[in-house]
């Protein structure tokens, strides 16, 4: 599996992170291929830089990332199209929960191991002052994503596990995250969506 740096896009102007609960292994993967399906026939608008769709690994949701140029141009676009978008993927996998959008900037990563690929993400939501303790150096930990609210208010910590029982052992240490593994990507511009290292943000 990629590394999350690898997911970051040089012109992001804002992070949107939403998860989708539904239930059962079957719905998640039949409400992931509505949107892929619906994405894959849309215009996608040059203002959406990458959108990523992550399955939990205990098969009740989804995680959605997209990257965007700016909250202005993702606002325009909902809009216009997402409702139509939207309401499509619930006829064919009705009762979707959706806990709402998280309007995010990716403020640091604190990468502990760059060598090996993650087995499994993990989604931490805590207030700013525990954001550092989610990052703290733990076995299998590979690296943290600290992406903080417009009010700075809240951390919303995407971490890389080794795998699933690491992030499992340090249960208590991740702040109770939630377990994800990349199910689909896409891309707007392939050729300049891996951020080189040099311009990648600061890492610790």
């Known amino acids: 599996m990629t590394h999350f740096l690898d997911l970051v896009h040089p012109a992001a102007g804002t992070a949107l992170i939403s998860e989708w609960h539904t239930g059962t292994p079957e719905r998640s993967r039949a409400a992931a291929d509505a949107m892929i399906g619906e994405w894959a026939a849309a215009e996608m ?3 959406l830089l990458a959108q990523y769709i992550f399955l939990s690994t205990d098969g009740t949701g989804l995680l959605f990332y997209a990257q965007w ?3 202005e141009n993702h606002l325009t676009w909902v809009r216009a199209r997402r409702a139509g978008m939207v309401n499509r993927v619930d006829t064919l996998v009705p009762g979707i929960v959706r806990p709402g959008l998280n309007r995010t900037r990716l403020h640091r990563s604190v990468v502990h191991d760059a060598e090996h690929e993650p087995g499994v993400f993990g989604l931490s939501v805590v207030a700013t002052d ?6 703290t150096a733990a076995p299998g930990l590979l690296g943290a994503h600290l992406h903080l609210t417009p009010d700075g ?3 919303f910590v995407l971490t890389e596990w080794a795998d699933a029982a690491a992030q499992e052992a340090a249960d208590n ?3 109770g995250s939630r377990q ?3 199910h689909h ?3 707007n511009d392939r050729s300049h969506h891996v951020l080189p290292s040099e311009a990648r943000p600061t890492t610790d």
């Open 173 to 175: 240490h991740a702040g």
């Open 180 to 182: 994800y593994t990349l």
């Open 45 to 47: 608008p040059s203002a």
């Open 130 to 135: 525990r954001a550092d303790d989610v990052a």
């Open 153 to 155: 208010r809240r951390a």
């Open 69 to 71: 140029t700016s909250d």
């Open 185 to 187: 990507s896409f891309l």
